[in-house]
């Protein structure tokens, strides 16, 4: 019994072990976590007819959850466990406005938690990326961010939709186009980029500058299905994102076994 007990503690301790390239990516994956969650809430009460909108909310409530899990077994980030706590107190109030029916008024809640929950992620990435200290920590961070910043410029689109976000939700969305475009910017210039890595970089500029042109209502087509446009392509820059991200957690892998 006492070897089944180790058996099965091996497996365990096997299945969460993961490096700090990892580490950073999936805590990079909560800060995007937080925006499509409400994104996806908000459209449920656009579109309550469309049942991937629920599958999409369900699925993201779960990761986040799981994602914490794992970070919290994530034994070289000890030292910041506090601000890992952090993350998990706001996700418990996020959490609690997220488990309510959909309305216009939850919605306004979760609008706002979702802008308290960000900061607190994003902190915990900005402390592994210290910890980390290799100049390749900080592309798998701002590839990550970008991932956050491609559902926040839909969530921020959403809420103007529906009328739960007013000028915040405005300023927000000009800004986040801007910051996506400038970081997209910093990273081609990257010499660490790989000839794979640019490709999926000028395919994400392309992407980018079509969803620019919803957002300048410069398509001549309804609201019902200039939503359904914005949000596709912005779900095409957070899957090119995410290749990116794991990309550069690749190369942060290799430097540290290199450094061994």
């Avoid at 301790?13 to 994956?29: E, Q, T």
């Avoid at 449920?44 to 909310?57: K, S, V």
């Avoid at 926040?152 to 000028?167: H, M, P, Q, S, T």
Wanted: neutral net charge.
């Amino acid at each position: 019994m006492n070897r089944l007990l180790l058996l099965l503690l091996f497996i365990s301790l096997d299945v969460y072990s993961f490096s700090m390239g990892d580490a950073i990516n999936i805590a990079g994956r909560q800060r995007m976590l937080s925006q499509r969650i409400t994104q996806a809430y908000m459209l449920r009460g656009i579109q309550p007819g469309a049942e991937r909108h629920l599958q999409t909310f369900e699925r993201c409530m779960r990761e986040f959850s799981d994602n914490l899990d794992q970070l919290a077994t994530f034994n070289e980030a000890a030292p910041i466990r506090a601000d890992l706590q952090a993350v998990q107190r706001e996700w418990s109030a996020f959490e609690e406005v997220a488990r309510q029916p959909v309305s216009k008024h939850s919605a306004e809640m979760l609008f706002r938690r979702s802008n308290t929950l960000l900061p607190a992620a994003h902190n915990y990435v900005m402390r592994l990326q210290e910890l980390s200290d290799h100049k390749s920590a900080e592309l798998v961070n701002i590839a990550g961010r970008q991932r956050m910043l491609s559902q926040r410029i839909a969530k921020n689109y959403v809420a103007l939709f529906w009328d739960v976000a007013g000028e915040e939700g405005v300023k927000g969305l000009y800004e986040d186009l801007a910051e996506f475009q400038h970081m997209l910017d910093f990273l081609l210039q990257s010499p660490l980029n790989t000839p794979q890595i640019n490709r999926n970089l000028l395919k994400t500029q392309g992407h980018l500058s079509y969803a620019r042109r919803g957002f300048d209502a410069e398509m001549q087509i309804s609201e019902e299905r200039q939503i359904h446009v914005i949000t596709g392509t912005t779900d095409m820059m957070l899957r090119n994102m995410d290749v990116i991200t794991g990309q550069y957690t690749d190369l942060l892998n290799t430097a540290h076994l290199s450094a061994r």
